[in-house]
């Protein structure tokens, strides 16, 4: 069975840091692609960043480029979302997901259950 | 970026009728459209993707159609489990979801 848990999440002053973790399980995490995508309260979904297999492979939203770094352990099955210049519209549940292709951006076929982070003075 | 925009926003739907959504794509995105439904509180679930491929145990009430950038999801004889907020998303180059559109119960 597929399974995602997201961690790290929490309260969080304007300009400061907090990484969120992401454990997989039950699938081979270092032939997938991975991907954050967050909602934030009462909106809809947004892609935030996606990692490839080899971790050489980035991509972001404009709206966090520059201040948001995103990696993965293969060893440990994990994958991470460094989040730095917190802002107050940052605040949202961000999402761990699989992608259901192994290479390049698909589909998303299994989720975790959500991370909170507010962002507020 | 592709703009993907849903509609209607809010659909309302007796239990047992048909629900017809749409998606449209600000550009062609061939086949690379995947439909998700969430309920509150909970992490979206894939329902559809490649257009009209049913995700694993997804029922087949669920069905998706459509190719470039106009697709479709119908939910045939409506249940109560149904009524939720559903999702499209492209996935051509990069990806982007459309805003939603709510099913609830009329």
């Known amino acids: 069975e597929v399974q995602l848990v997201e961690s790290g999440g929490g309260l969080v002053q304007p300009g400061g840091s907090l990484r969120l973790s992401c454990e997989a399980s039950?699938?081979?995490?270092?032939?997938?692609?991975m991907t954050w995508v967050r909602q934030a309260p009462g909106k809809g979904l947004e892609l935030v960043s996606g990692?490839?297999?080899?971790?050489?492979?980035?991509s972001y939203a404009d709206s966090v480029k520059g201040r948001f770094t995103i990696s993965r352990d293969n060893s440990i099955n994990t994958l991470f979302l460094q989040m730095n210049s917190l802002r107050v519209d940052d605040t949202a549940v961000y999402y761990c997901?699989?992608?259901?292709?192994?290479?390049?951006?698909?589909?998303?076929?299994?989720w975790g259950q959500g991370s909170l982070v507010i962002v507020s003075s | 970026e592709i703009v993907m925009t849903q509609s209607p926003a809010t659909l309302s739907v007796s239990p047992g009728d048909r629900a017809t959504l749409s998606c449209r794509a600000s550009?062609?995105?061939?086949?690379?459209l995947a439909w998700y439904q969430q309920k509150p509180g909970q992490a979206p679930r894939l329902l559809i993707y490649?257009?009209?491929t049913r995700a694993t145990g997804i029922s087949a009430r669920f069905s998706g159609s459509g190719s470039g950038t106009e697709f479709t999801l119908t939910i045939n004889s409506l249940q109560s489990e149904d009524f939720a907020v559903y999702f499209c998303?492209?996935?051509?180059?990069?990806?982007?979801f459309g805003q939603g559109t709510k099913v609830e119960i009329k």
């Open positions: 998303q492209h996935y051509n180059n990069w990806r982007t």
């Open positions: 039950g699938f081979s995490f270092s032939d997938y692609t």
């Open positions: 550009q062609s995105v061939s086949s690379k």
């Open positions: 990692i490839g297999v080899s971790s050489d492979d980035t």
């Open positions: 490649d257009a009209s």
């Open positions: 997901a699989k992608s259901g292709y192994r290479t390049g951006w698909s589909y998303l076929d299994f």
